[in-house]
């Protein structure tokens, strides 16, 4: 029996027979969870060191131990470490190392603690890094539209409501509408860190330990913010996790409105943009073909993410206090999520400032879809028409210019004042695109001065967000 294989297994004690090979591929999680190698260790060393500290290890065993989990992370990082399926998950195939090296000090390291609260730990430590990383490259894609904005504040394009055009906005203020979404993600992410940021540890199994273990010691060794409150909680819940995916979520469907846009911006009907050839691809039949790749992609991933989601809150919902081995199941859809927003961000914040702007055929287009013609109804009630009357006055100048093929700019003063004899010669002051969005001079207007003072306020408040 002693040589049986399942019976080497740390926690094999009580058992009588040897787990069915299959079970054992079934319930074993090495093959992910090894990504969590680092904070494993870090967790590790911080543990053997507060457990020094309380006399429960000499300092022989410690150095023993933290020397040892040094020399495991060197292999791991050298890709000299082989991963067993037999020893389940990233923690065992750890610690069995360690006690292959090191002898009966590596057997001591997991007192007082339980895989429960380790994985735990694990997690929120890994997580932890992933958010700082997120943030860093929100903060560059925030950056390159702050960048594209200033130089673009002048740029006129058509505003869109229902997809028709609807009123002249610049450039470089719809680049400030994409950064205040990802303003706010960037937010949700500190927000969710600091709920993240709470130490398992000390929980054990679920009820604690017997020993006199001092874990605002090892919370400060890891850079907890705290020790978590309760041990049944802390092993158990992964709302971290779901919170975490919920804001990847909102990321991701920002990333999907930009997405739309551009692929639109970049079709021969609308030909705003021009999407660098590094980004594109072709197609295999269609020599004329330049594909916007790159945004259709980030677009489709949102699917995943959703699904992530939806993954984590149905594995939480119903279950019981404390640990489950359901909550190994949250890693996949944690770590797809990670990878899936941080590539995402990534070649977003490479992308955005290449994009080549068509500035003639914004224009061109925010001239032919009648965009000024609130600015007009404008006009008319400075001059003491009533806001419905002048709304009504414009909407049949409209249907004559689209019986007629002219734009309101186009028509002469003769033929406006067909509509209205409040109409004078310096209504075209108004009805040019450059004199609509200079009036939208107002906080959070199109304006090209509002533009470049928020591009400014833009700056600072990232610099603050940093500092
Ligand atoms: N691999 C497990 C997980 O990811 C580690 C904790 C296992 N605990 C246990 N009692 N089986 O959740």
Redesign the pocket.
């Known amino acids: 029996m002693a040589s049986d294989k399942s019976i080497d297994k740390p926690w094999a004690g009580r058992f009588t027979e040897a787990t069915d090979t299959f079970v054992e591929a079934f319930t074993a999680?090495v093959l992910f969870?090894k990504r969590l190698y680092r904070h494993d260790i870090a967790g590790s060393i911080a543990h053997a060191r507060m457990l020094t500290r309380v006399g429960v290890l000499s300092a022989a065993e410690c150095e023993a131990i933290v020397d040892g989990l040094q020399d495991i992370l060197r292999d791991i990082e050298r890709g000299d470490f082989t991963w067993s399926v037999a020893l389940?998950?990233?923690?065992m195939n750890i610690e069995a190392r360690l006690t292959e090296r090191i002898g009966i000090a590596g057997k001591k390291l997991h007192t007082g603690r339980?895989?429960?609260d380790?994985?735990a730990t694990d997690i929120r430590l890994y997580l932890r890094d992933e958010i700082d990383a997120i943030m860093a490259e929100l903060t560059r894609l925030q950056t390159a539209l702050l960048d594209v904005a200033e130089r673009e504040a002048d740029t006129i394009m058509p505003g869109f409501t229902h997809l028709q055009v609807a009123q002249p906005v610049t450039f470089g203020h719809h680049m400030m509408a994409w950064f205040e979404m990802f303003n706010r993600d960037r937010a949700r992410m500190q927000d969710c860190r600091k709920r993240a940021n709470i130490m398992p540890l000390g929980a054990a199994?679920l009820a604690g330990t017997s020993y006199p273990i001092d874990r605002a010691y090892t919370a400060q060794l890891l850079g907890f913010d705290a020790p978590a409150e309760n041990s049944l909680d802390a092993v158990s819940d992964r709302d971290f996790a779901i919170e975490f995916t919920a804001a990847a979520a909102l990321i991701m469907t920002h990333l999907s409105r930009c997405s739309e846009e551009l692929i639109l911006w970049s079709s021969t009907q609308f030909d705003f943009v021009d999407l660098p050839d590094r980004f594109c691809t072709g197609s295999s039949i269609m020599p004329q073909k330049k594909n916007p790749d790159v945004p259709e992609l980030v677009r489709g991933k949102v699917g995943r993410v959703n699904g992530n989601l939806i993954a984590l809150l149905t594995l939480m919902k119903s279950q019981p206090l404390a640990?489950n081995?359901d909550?190994?199941e949250?890693?996949e859809p944690l770590f797809d999520t990670i990878d899936t927003v941080r590539g995402s961000l990534k070649v977003y914040a490479d992308m955005i400032s290449a994009v080549q702007i068509k500035r003639d055929n914004m224009a061109h287009a925010a001239r032919s879809g009648f965009s000024t013609a609130t600015d007009l109804a404008d006009y008319l009630v400075r001059r003491g028409v009533a806001f419905r009357d002048a709304h009504e006055i414009v909407g049949k100048a409209v249907r004559r210019g689209i019986e007629t093929g002219k734009d309101l700019a186009q028509m002469t003063l003769g033929e406006l004042r067909q509509f209205s004899t409040a109409i004078e010669q310096d209504v075209f002051d108004v009805l040019t695109l450059e004199g609509s969005v200079a009036s939208r001079n107002h906080l959070g207007g199109t304006a090209p001065d509002q533009v470049r003072a928020a591009v400014k306020r833009g700056r600072e408040r990232l610099l603050r967000a940093a500092g």
């Open positions: 999680s969870d389940e998950d990233v923690h339980s895989r429960n380790q994985v199994a640990y081995k909550n190994q949250d890693k």
